[in-house]
C-alpha cells in the first residue's frame, strides 16, 4: 500500500497564509500525496507549485455549513474549476436531509456535478449531526446524483471521521464510489483504521507524520 496516494494534505484553517499554503504544497511534492485540499481563494497559490506533478488540487465548496443556495454552489464549483481545481469536496445540505427532502438534495449534487464535469466530487455528510439511518439515505443520494466519493467530515462540526461510520458508509456505496475519512485524523494508528474500515482516501493534516511513521 503506498500510504501517500491515499492522502488529501489538508489546510482549511480560515487564517492560514500565502506562505503556510506554498509550504503544504511543497510537502505534499515531496511525499506525492494524491491531492492538497486548500480553501478557494488559495486555488491559484496551489495550482502554481504543483503544475505539472500528479499531486492535484482540490478544494472546498458550501464549506463549511453547506447550508448556502444552490446556485451559489454551483457557481462556487464552476468557478473553483475555472481557477484549477482538479478536485471539489462540496458539503450537503445537511437541514434539506434532516427534513426528508431527498429531492432537494440528489438535484443540489448533480447540479454541482454538472458544474465540475468529468472532475472528481467528494460530497462532505458531516456524519457527526447524522444518525445512521441518516448516513445510510445520504450515501444513497450521493449515489443517485453521481458524486464519486461520500466523506465523512468538514473537521469544524461536533466531531471528526468514525470508524464506525465509515464502515457504514461502505457497506452502503459498496465499490460503486470512493469513501474519504476526514476529520481528527492524526497518526498512523487512525490511518490504519479508516483505511481497514473502508477509506480509500484520507483527509488530514498529518500527512507527513503519518507516512513517516508508517515507514
Known sequence: MDAAKYIDHTLLKPAARKEDVEALCREALNYNFA??????????????????????????IGFPLGAMSEAAKVFEAADAVKRGAQEVDMVINIGFLKDGNDAAVIHEIAAVKEAVGSLTLKVILET??????????????????????????????????????????RRTVGETMGVKASGGIRTAEDFRKMVDAGANRIGTSSGAAIVESLK
Open 128 to 169: 457527526c449531526l447524522l444518525n445512521e439511518d441518516e448516513i445510510v439515505r445520504a450515501c444513497h443520494d450521493c449515489m443517485k446524483a453521481g458524486a464519486d466519493f461520500v466523506k465523512t467530515s468538514t473537521g469544524f462540526s461536533t466531531g471528526g471521521a468514525d470508524a464506525h461510520d465509515v464502515v457504514l458508509m
Open 35 to 60: 491531492s492538497v485540499c486548500v480553501n478557494p481563494c488559495r486555488i491559484e497559490t496551489a495550482a502554481e507549485i504543483l503544475k505539472g506533478s500528479d499531486v492535484k488540487v482540490c478544494c472546498v
